[in-house]
């Protein structure tokens, strides 16, 4: 930033040492470095205050020209009816259209274990979507446990 080299910071140091001595050096280094930390803080505070101002001006000028366009684009293409004016409008002269009632869904039965949405019953051609497994038979073994699972205890 300064564009002092290594060179010169050595000479600096030894000069410091020199004059200010040894016993003083570590107060003055300190007193240097809080000096340093101050004007730290405030150039960055300054160039966040900079910052700020600069994303405020682009965003009023992305307004502006969100804005603009917005204007173009309602002049290219006005509405037809605006929706303030509707209620003024006379309304369309359709034939009104009737729909037909539906037919009360049968009840189901009081003794059925799932209950069901009033209206759905399902279609016996569609197949599960899973087969139950078959019951083992009379007199099987369980399968013997897996060479990873825990072992029993006795």
């Known amino acids: 930033m300064f564009d002092i080299g290594y060179s010169e910071l050595l000479l600096i140091a030894i000069v410091a040492l020199v004059v200010i001595g040894p016993k003083d ?3 003055v280094m ?3 470095g ?3 930390g ?3 803080g405030m150039a960055r505070h300054f160039r966040s205050g900079i910052d700020t101002m600069m994303r405020e001006a682009e965003l009023e000028e992305m307004e502006k ?3 603009e366009e917005n ?3 309602m002049r290219d293409h006005p509405l037809a009816a605006p929706f303030a004016s509707d209620a003024s409008l006379p309304p369309p002269e359709e034939a009104p259209v009737e729909v037909p009632p539906h037919p009360a869904a049968p009840a189901p039965p009081a003794d059925e274990a799932s209950p069901q949405l009033p209206g759905f019953e399902a279609d016996p051609a569609w197949p599960l979507p899973f087969e139950e497994p078959a019951p083992p038979p ?3 073994e369980p399968p013997a446990p897996k060479p990873d699972s ?3 205890l006795p």
């Open 25 to 27: 050096l570590p107060r």
């Open 30 to 32: 300190r007193t240097v």
């Open 34 to 36: 809080q000096w340093v």
């Open 38 to 40: 101050r004007a730290r």
């Open 65 to 67: 020209k969100w804005k």
């Open 71 to 73: 204007e173009r684009i």
């Open 138 to 140: 009379e007199g099987a």
């Open 150 to 152: 825990p072992r029993e």
